[in-house]
């Protein structure tokens, strides 16, 4: 298997994108990622994409963005994996440099969420539950991590506090991200004040509907020492999971499994346990999200992920950051993008080039975004060399 | 929804009715065609008493389409008497009085109107099991 790094990173902003379609946006990110890359050479392009068909009414994304990139002549695929779409195009890329099938590899991550309505919007993304035994009865998305959150207070006796924190801090990170959707801060207040969504979980604790793409090229890293544009990054682990899609099948409420697996895999991989990892970007499209995945990583033990947040473990500065970017929260989160998004971010920062929010010294960083509930789960770990 | 896709889920969402695994005994609900606990193909049918307790619920104030007239309204995992967990509404309850641990019991109810086909879809929802 071959050594793959990221030689290339492109974004554009996220947020309410109105004058921008689609196929814009993917475009966009793609040419900031290849100029980003210094190289125009691209052997495949992996597009994630999570509703595409739902959101604007189009699907067959593979021959869109090849077109619209001009390149018609390599192969173009896109893959869905709900909200973890991103990460798995980025596995396939990783794929496709690791077996030596491409030589530069586009991971494309987009989502276009903001043409439709509220109710709409909220219809698509309730489609990442089991449609006929979870949707059917009236569950959203809200509601499916709204109940995770209870149960996880209930056992653990985590508070609203704690959770509200966790939205502090990632807007903290992200208020110094120019390319966030929300980029300010907020008080803990402000977020036990916002509007009930689906109880115990408000406005403030919940990720927004977001437009925009991420990009990046990978290599081998046999070629990207020749390009030497950048310090080199290298991704040394990937790992993907899944578990039961709808939360009544699961074997437990307050740990998730398919994260847990996908992190396993991508240590493994690495030759690392998560002591060796320095910081980390994390699924947290609900803040009882990202204290699930701090808990089933490993960094935190479990039930400790709410106390860890407030005494500021996870923060900027502190032993474990995570989230740097300001996570989905104040990034924002269009679903497709994320997993790609997260990448961006870590690149960056191995890089030493994320400005204000920069963690000082980081040599590995990890990346975990989730598909709905946690029905599947795509990891992967990056080293500067 | 259209109607077959709503029609092929009757004995589901009208009877209850689960698969128990010939082999290990395993009550999956709805049923399957691979036993996720042992992989065994061969099943037996059997109907849920429609009897268990709330393990955990969420109120939802923000509703999709289709379900906006009747916020707020409660969606819970309720663990069967089986052994089993079925997602469904709890309603014919003071909402904010509802606690994890309730004793529940399933009823027929309306769920949902497709507009377009006029199609009255039913299922089970949740109510306090008061013992009558
Ligand atoms: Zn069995």
Known sequence: MKEIAVIGIGITKFGELWEKSLRDIAVESAINCLEDAGTDRIDSINIGCMSSGLFIGQEHLASLIADYLGRLDIPSSRVESACASGGLAVRNACMEIATGVSDYALAIGVEKMTDVSIGKATYALATVADQDYEAFHGITFPGLYAMLARAHMERYGTTREQLAQVSVKNHYNGSMNPNAQFPFKITRDTVLNSTMIADPLRLLDCSPVTDGAAAVLLTTVEEAKKLKKHPLVVISGFGSAADAIALCHRKELTELMAVKKSVAKALKMAGKTIDDIDFAEVHDCFTIAEILVLESMGVIGPGKGGPATVDGYTALDGKFPVNPSGGLKSKGHPVGATGVAQIFELVNQLRGNSGKRQIPGVKTGLAQNMGGSGGSSVCHILEAK | ?132
């Open chain 2, 1 to 132: 929804m259209n109607v077959p896709r709503h029609w092929r889920e009757t004995p589901e969402r009208y009877r209850m009715e689960a698969a128990k695994c010939r082999k290990c005994g395993k009550i999956s609900f709805p049923a399957r065609l691979i036993c996720p606990a042992c992989s065994n193909k061969v099943f037996d049918k059997t109907n849920l008493s429609g009897k268990g307790k709330l393990l955990t619920y969420t109120i939802i104030r923000t509703a999709p389409e289709g379900f906006e007239d009747i916020v707020p309204y409660a969606v819970g995992i309720v663990e069967m008497e089986e052994g089993v967990r079925v997602m469904g509404q709890i309603t014919d309850c003071d909402l904010a009085n509802l606690k994890t641990g309730d004793k529940l019991i399933s009823k027929f109810r309306r769920m949902n109107e497709e507009g377009k086909t006029g199609l009255i879809m039913y299922s089970y929802k949740f109510v306090p099991d008061v013992g009558i």
